[in-house]
């Protein structure tokens, strides 16, 4: 099992920035990438960016290439990520997901192994 832990969320203006942080524990070793998907209310959960562990392949929603950057620290077994120039768009709870097998572009929620709590982003105009 893989443990996941969100924190960075908050309450920011269109145009501001956060960085969002995910913790894992368990057996991270088995892990092969590591995303962010969000989740509007009223709405699906939608891909945001994902990772391979190494940092060797990073996707990108179209909404947010440009805007958000994933990144990761094995050595902290975290991965990040950072959101400049914020939109209210961008209002939504935050997840971050991990996946055993490694899919190369892996947009769908459904390919994805374990699963964080969330973190809410509110971005107010």
């Known amino acids: 099992q893989v443990q996941l832990v969100e924190s960075g969320g908050g309450l920011v203006q269109a145009g501001g920035s956060l960085r969002l942080s995910c913790a894992a524990s368990?057996?991270?070793?088995?892990?092969?990438?590591m995303g962010w998907f969000r989740q509007a209310p009223g709405k699906e959960r939608e891909f945001v960016a994902n990772?391979?562990?190494?940092?060797?392949?990073?996707d990108y929603a179209d909404s947010v290439k440009g805007r958000f950057t994933i990144s990761i620290d094995n050595a902290k077994r975290t991965v990040y990520l950072q959101l400049n120039s914020l939109k209210t768009e961008d209002t939504a709870v935050y997840f971050c997901?991990?996946?055993?097998?490694?899919?190369?572009?892996?947009?769908?929620?459904?390919?994805?192994?374990?699963w964080g709590q969330g973190t809410q982003v509110t971005v107010s105009s």
């Open positions: 997901a991990a996946s055993i097998l490694w899919r190369g572009v892996q947009r769908e929620a459904s390919n994805w192994d374990y």
């Open positions: 368990g057996r991270t070793f088995s892990v092969s990438t």
């Open positions: 990772i391979r562990r190494n940092g060797g392949f990073t």
